[in-house]
């Protein structure tokens, strides 16, 4: 079975510094595939990472960096230089192989405030 | 880049009666839709996965009688809530695979359910 584990309810940040949201994953697939989501209180879901399991390479994405760890399998996500707009719940969510039919399952979720 | 229109943002019903939500692919062809569920400040909940022209997988203990979910186009699927009770006041956001590219999935903007 498949689980995505975020352990931070919330997390406070000051503006223009960086921030690490945790997340962990359990899957007994080879091929699969991590994403980080931003939902602000709209409810929209923004895509913002994604990190293939073959990916050797860290995936970055402007101020959004993710931090794999395969051994260990995490996939943290780092924001830099963080903004007031930032404020947000930040899910992370795995695609499993093949057999999983595609679908995205998601952590717990991680409320991130930026204070000015 | 792809677009999913979700509607509506949201409802008010009675309890007892039915809502049907739709979720429609604007510029692709959405030949899966996943369907989630996702209570205020917690994580999103995968109720089910369709496939046009099939009969979607429902997940481990989502009521396949109330949660009627109908993918009868490539472009069109649809939730409806039978018989909603306020406990099934939630937000349901539908994500649609784009493509077979890994990363490629599109959300809806979401519905908020309000049962009185």
């Known amino acids: 079975a498949q689980k995505i584990t975020q352990t931070q309810p919330g997390m406070f940040v000051q503006e223009k510094e960086a921030v690490t949201l945790d997340c962990t994953y359990d899957?007994?697939?080879?091929?699969?595939?991590l994403f980080w989501y931003k939902q602000p209180s709209s409810g929209e879901m923004i895509f913002l990472i994604y990190?293939?399991?073959?990916?050797?390479q860290n995936a970055t994405e402007g101020r959004y960096s993710l931090n794999f760890q395969k051994a260990r399998k995490s996939a943290n996500l780092v924001i830099s230089a963080s903004q007031l707009g930032d404020s947000a719940m930040y899910f992370c969510?795995?695609?499993?192989?093949?057999?999983?039919?595609?679908?995205?399952?998601f952590g717990q979720g991680t409320e991130l405030s930026v204070k000015p | 880049g792809a677009v999913v229109s979700q509607h509506p943002s949201r409802v008010i019903c009675k309890s007892g009666t039915s809502v049907k939500i739709e979720c429609r692919s604007l510029?692709?062809?959405?030949?899966?839709m996943f369907w989630y569920r996702q209570f205020p400040k917690q994580s999103l909940m995968l109720m089910a996965t369709?496939?046009?022209?099939?009969?979607?997988?429902?997940e481990q203990g989502v009521e396949k009688d109330k949660f009627l979910i109908n993918h009868a186009s490539l472009t069109l699927s649809t939730l409806t809530v039978t018989s909603a009770h306020p406990e099934d006041s939630s937000f349901y956001i539908c994500?649609?695979?784009?493509?077979?590219?890994?990363?490629?999935?599109?959300f809806g903007s979401g519905t908020r359910l309000t049962v009185v």
């Open positions: 994500s649609a695979r784009t493509s077979t590219s890994l990363r490629g999935y599109t």
């Open positions: 899957t007994s697939d080879q091929s699969y595939g």
């Open positions: 990190q293939g399991s073959y990916d050797e």
């Open positions: 969510a795995m695609r499993g192989g093949y057999n999983q039919g595609g679908k995205l399952i």
């Open positions: 510029d692709f062809q959405a030949t899966t």
């Open positions: 369709s496939n046009e022209g099939s009969k979607a997988t429902y």
